[in-house]
């Protein structure tokens, strides 16, 4: 993306919507938008080769795809790509589906304006690229292929500011493990290192795809959440638990401790003082066995 110009790709069917995203991205002064409108998913999937966009917009409603897995189909085909959503619908059960699915935004049709909807872009073309910058910069743990510390901060930084914009409620979950030492001391280091990937897998699999994964200690994990309920803590931290018998490995030798906090809409907390906040309730938390 230039620093005034943004592509766009736009997949609508429907031509009013798309005269009045046009209109709306016309419509804001000193941002320079070049919008390609595709009317089906597999027109726009094509549009994707050999073209330089900075984003896609993404109707739910195509003639050849819809719902959830048009996002899901999308993002596999331009997983650096940032996708927003389009709904007509005022459910945030499809929002959240929608982000859980790669998206990095939705907006709903109806409730959008031209400020609004050229915030969000940028908004969501910044977050993509700092998403890639960490990744290109090998900001990951190797035993794990999670977030390292400083990757969890720095993403975790700018999801906290989105959630204060939509005025979102958010879960930091923080585990932390014991036992490990006596593994890698009777079994070795590389034993060890095969316990923490495997754990890795299992965290992927319990956590939507956009939820924050990372290691941010020797023993520690920690996932931020965004858009939870008001019992997303409780419900995020029996998850983890259920899915630790899944860790067969030496389950006699390992003990973990879950804690989650919640952090209401609103409020304005840095991802620094969020995680010492889990940190400490997760002092307080007995341990469990795998």
């Given at each position: 993306?230039?620093a005034?110009?943004?592509?766009?790709l736009?997949l609508?069917d429907?031509?009013g919507d798309?005269?009045?995203?046009?209109?709306?991205?016309?419509?804001?002064?000193g941002?320079?938008?070049?919008l390609e409108r595709?009317q089906?998913?597999?027109?726009?999937?094509e549009?994707?080769?050999?073209?330089?966009?900075?984003?896609i917009?993404?109707?739910l409603?195509?003639?050849?795809s819809?719902g959830?897995?048009?996002v899901?189909?999308?993002?596999?085909r331009a997983p650096?790509?940032?996708?927003?959503?389009?709904?007509?619908?005022?459910d945030?059960?499809?929002g959240?589906?929608?982000?859980?699915?790669?998206a990095q935004?939705?907006l709903v049709?109806?409730q959008?304006n031209?400020?609004l909807?050229i915030?969000?872009?940028?908004?969501?073309?910044?977050?993509?690229?700092c998403?890639?910058a960490i990744r290109?910069?090998?900001?990951?743990?190797?035993?794990?292929?999670l977030?390292?510390?400083?990757?969890?901060?720095?993403?975790?930084q700018?999801d906290?500011?989105?959630?204060?914009?939509?005025?979102?409620?958010v879960v930091?979950?923080?585990?932390?493990?014991?036992?490990?030492g006596?593994?890698?001391?009777?079994?070795?280091h590389?034993h060890?290192?095969r316990?923490f990937?495997?754990f890795a897998?299992?965290l992927?699999?319990?956590?939507?795809?956009?939820?924050?994964?990372?290691r941010v200690g020797?023993d520690?994990?920690?996932i931020l959440?965004?858009d939870?309920?008001?019992?997303?803590?409780?419900v995020l931290a029996?998850?983890?638990?259920?899915?630790?018998p899944?860790?067969t490995?030496?389950?006699?030798?390992?003990?973990f401790r879950?804690?989650?906090v919640?952090q209401e809409?609103?409020?304005?907390?840095?991802?620094?003082?969020l995680?010492?906040?889990?940190?400490?309730?997760?002092?307080?938390?007995q341990?469990?066995?795998?």
């Amino acid at each position: 993306m230039e620093a005034a110009h943004i592509n766009i790709l736009l997949l609508e069917d429907d031509p009013g919507d798309a005269a009045l995203i046009r209109h709306m991205l016309g419509g804001v002064r000193g941002i320079p938008v070049h919008l390609e409108r595709a009317q089906r998913l597999a027109d726009g999937l094509e549009l994707l080769h050999g073209n330089n966009f900075d984003l896609i917009l993404l109707d739910l409603s195509l003639p050849d795809s819809s719902g959830i897995d048009t996002v899901a189909r999308m993002h596999a085909r331009a997983p650096d790509m940032p996708i927003i959503v389009l709904t007509g619908h005022d459910d945030e059960a499809i929002g959240a589906s929608a982000i859980w699915a790669g998206a990095q935004d939705y907006l709903v049709k109806g409730q959008v304006n031209g400020p609004l909807l050229i915030r969000s872009i940028r908004y969501a073309i910044s977050r993509q690229r700092c998403q890639t910058a960490i990744r290109q910069q090998s900001l990951v743990d190797e035993a794990t292929g999670l977030y390292n510390r400083h990757a969890f901060l720095t993403l975790a930084q700018r999801d906290l500011k989105l959630a204060r914009r939509r005025n979102e409620r958010v879960v930091l979950v923080l585990i932390r493990r014991g036992g490990l030492g006596r593994v890698a001391a009777t079994l070795g280091h590389e034993h060890g290192q095969r316990i923490f990937a495997d754990f890795a897998q299992i965290l992927r699999a319990a956590f939507r795809e956009t939820d924050l994964i990372a290691r941010v200690g020797p023993d520690e994990f920690a996932i931020l959440a965004l858009d939870v309920s008001a019992e997303g803590a409780e419900v995020l931290a029996s998850s983890v638990q259920k899915s630790l018998p899944m860790l067969t490995s030496h389950q006699d030798w390992l003990s973990f401790r879950v804690a989650a906090v919640t952090q209401e809409a609103g409020v304005d907390i840095s991802a620094r003082e969020l995680l010492a906040k889990a940190d400490a309730a997760c002092h307080v938390t007995q341990p469990a066995n795998a």
